[in-house]
């Protein structure tokens, strides 16, 4: 027999025995029982049912009926710690999400970025944190020679210790400026840096990379990160951007490798965190394949609408609750 | 002007001892029957903690008077290990005792007036006082 | 008359219209009154109590105090919603705690700093964040001459947010180890970085002192920080560590005066933040003199010890709710 | 297969008129005294929602079956200004209503379905449903 079951009886049993003998043992086991109501997750009103059938099944005086309120009462105050902490909890509950949303803002001064103007390109691109601090970075930069470079990196983790590590990459970032043309050369030096300085069990995973507006070459380098996609104008197909390299903080010594990609008119580049694949639909999680019909969707749309729209749809499909950061930028070359 | 009372606390059995002297009190005192119910609940709490965590102790019930206000006031102490962190007990939700709410925070929130001392493999000594209104 | 003189009447009048006549009317305005009740802190076993109340006073038959629960169950329904949102909501706070905890044991590992051993000195340090997160820092060095550096900083403001700037500061403090001898250049320094990087609300005030174990001179600068405390053994008296000097982050080009101290044997140097001197006895904040005084009771012991027993003493002084982070460093001459 | 009735919600002795829709199926269907209450607190809150913050709308009441089971089903919806942030509405804590734990949160873990869908400037509707146990 299940609590639920035999709560009735107990409960019954409780009354009769303090209508015959009122007594603070008795009155103890109201106590206890309450502690066990909340355990089994039994809310107030069920307990206040369950009172009036027992009352409304039984041959009690009314005097007996008012006596009983002594045993409803007892179970009561149980409730009544848990409603008082419920107050407390909202009170602290409510400064903390202030705290964290000034972090939050602060960390989006600090890592923001802004799309640059480049020639020929359609920049689209979101990125939206689980909770409220984002553990995706991405970052665009436009070089001397009017090169665009690329940034997205994930730590794996999200939240805020993943935000506290994300500013390094950052400050990193900033630092080396002098070979930002080399993407495998950018990710080598940010490695270095995470391996010296991050806990060992926080790993990064990162594509860097240059799209360069005059020849129409797109190089990147990837450290372990979600490979992102090539949509061909011409074939109107889609392929994966893949790249082999180590996550950054594993091991000093990693080179990475760089990739070239010739892009012609109408191609789109399409880089990704792996929240974005990582979205659950009922039971499942959706398919690297069911993303790129998500973007076949939407693609005669300017870039910034084809996040945002996919975006929107993937937060519906999940009940609106991320189960990871969400980054998700598109480059469409449109002439 | 303190009359006291108090009732050694060795198993569970106990806890009813000391609910009974309790409300015997509050009752004296004149606390309408919701306060009945919560100050023997907060004794409880107290009393459970110490059959609990450090296995005997002694919880005593005295009338408090003070400006002229009456109150009844509730000293849990024992020569158990100690609470190592006090801020962290006094936290909500810290307590994985299964009930929601329940623990020191709990009975703070019950009672008037709180105060905690304790020393590691010395013991703890806990007063709550609830004034009659 | 105010809500709760008024409760009583309010729900004896809707319970004896619902027994003449039982309608969805009241019970809407029994759901109505339960918001309110909420509203106002009043606890579930209150509400249990007034209904034993009302029904002990009134000639109600047996029938109708049994009809009489449906009004009570209408209302109890508001503090199942209330119950069922603090489940959630611990369930929730849980998480957002051992998150919190997370970054807090990452950023003691990348704020953290052990105290070296300097020939004739005792050195005892605390550092207590109010929440999880410290936004105070401090941080020993020992440099090649021998000599201990010593720092001791606040952001304005506690919790993740200050955490989060206190990091740049240690990268910042770590890459200009070139002038380590000189308190002044230090803070100087350190400037540029935080009004370059910062949010311009973000303050950051702190000492930067240098301990010469060969001339036993104690040379230090202050950007606005909370003044320490020097111990004379020889006058048994304590006078402040004066010092003048901008907070970090508001004027790029501030520069900072340095100050000389000669330390004799039994001299303690005494630095804190405003977080130790902020804590409240009662309605009133401790005054420096008080802190005097418990240096006092405590100066006799190991260094350690008086940083730790003040701490004690104090936490339970405001009933071990921190108002802010404390940090207390003493170095005491032995020889 | 299912039957519907619904309420125009303009004021709120609406809410009391599909509050006594509500119960009435939830009688039919079978519900004990407890689920109807609850039922009904989350037809109020929906409707009170509608009346609040979009001015006016409808909300159905249908029975449902589904593999066996039978079920009510509650559908609000508006053309009011639409929820730009639905992920923040559904944060326990987010509303500023005055209550403890109600608001949309509070009526999703009252019932055993909830679905939302809305759109800035055209409209929300909600659709909750409680299965029969
Ligand atoms: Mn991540
Ligand atoms: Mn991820
Ligand atoms: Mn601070
Ligand atoms: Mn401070």
Redesign the interface.
């Known amino acids: 027999m299940d609590f639920r079951d035999s709560l009735e009886l107990k409960y019954k049993d409780m009354l009769t025995h303090y209508l015959m003998d009122p007594n603070e043992r008795i009155l103890y086991q109201g106590q206890k029982l309450s502690r066990k109501l909340i355990e089994f997750n039994i809310a107030p009103e069920e307990v206040v049912s369950l009172h009036k059938s027992i009352i409304s099944d039984s041959d009690w005086s009314k005097k007996e009926l008012i006596d009983s309120f002594d045993i409803l009462l007892e179970v009561m105050i149980g409730y009544g710690f848990a409603y008082r902490e419920h107050q407390s909890l909202r009170v602290q509950q409510l400064a903390l999400k202030n705290e964290i949303e000034v972090a939050a803002n602060m960390q989006q001064t600090l890592l923001g970025t802004s799309i640059p103007h480049i020639e020929g390109l359609d920049i689209g691109a979101i990125s939206i944190p689980a909770n409220q601090m984002n553990g995706d970075y991405h970052h665009f930069v436009k070089d001397e020679n009017e090169c665009l470079g690329v940034a997205i990196a994930d730590v794996i983790g999200k939240g805020i210790p993943a935000a506290l590590s994300m500013s390094m990459i950052k400050y990193a970032l900033d630092s080396f400026p002098e070979n930002r043309n080399k993407p495998g050369a950018i990710l080598q030096n940010l490695n270095r840096v995470v391996e010296q300085n991050v806990d060992t069990s926080m790993f990064i995973t990162m594509c860097y990379g240059i799209y360069n507006p005059t020849n129409h070459i797109f190089s990147y380098a990837s450290a372990g990160h979600e490979p992102g996609f090539l949509y061909s104008h011409k074939h109107n197909a889609f392929s994966d951007l893949d790249g082999k390299g180590l996550l950054l903080g594993i091991e000093k010594k990693t080179k990475y490798k760089e990739y070239e990609k010739r892009i012609f008119p109408g191609d789109m580049i399409i880089l990704l965190s792996d929240g974005v694949t990582e979205c659950k639909q009922g039971d499942r999680f959706i398919e690297r394949e069911d993303l790129v019909q998500f973007i076949e969707k939407y693609k005669h749309l300017p870039s910034q609408d084809i996040v945002t729209n996919i975006y929107k749809d993937l937060e519906r499909l999940q009940g609106f609750k991320l189960r990871d950061d969400f980054t998700l930028i598109i480059l469409k070359r449109i002439s | 002007m303190e009359l006291q009372s108090s009732v050694k606390i060795k198993n569970e059995w106990d806890?009813?001892a000391v609910?009974?002297l309790g409300?015997n009190v509050a009752k004296e005192l004149g606390f309408?029957?919701?306060d009945q119910?919560?100050i023997?609940?907060a004794i409880?709490e107290l009393a459970r903690n110490i059959f609990l965590y450090a296995g005997q102790g002694e919880v005593s019930i005295e009338k408090t008077f003070h400006n002229g206000r009456s109150g009844l006031k509730i000293i849990a102490q024992d020569n158990g290990p100690g609470i190592a962190d006090?801020?962290r007990v006094?936290e909500?939700?810290y307590t994985t005792s299964?009930?929601?709410?329940?623990g020191l925070?709990?009975v703070k929130?019950?009672m008037d007036e709180f105060d905690?001392?304790s020393k590691l493999e010395e013991g703890t000594i806990i007063m709550a006082i609830k004034w009659l209104r």
Do not use: E, H, K, W
């Open positions: 806890i009813v609910r009974q409300r309408g029957t919701v119910a919560r023997t609940t409880s006090i801020r006094m909500d939700g299964g009930g929601l709410g329940a925070p709990g929130r019950l905690i001392q």
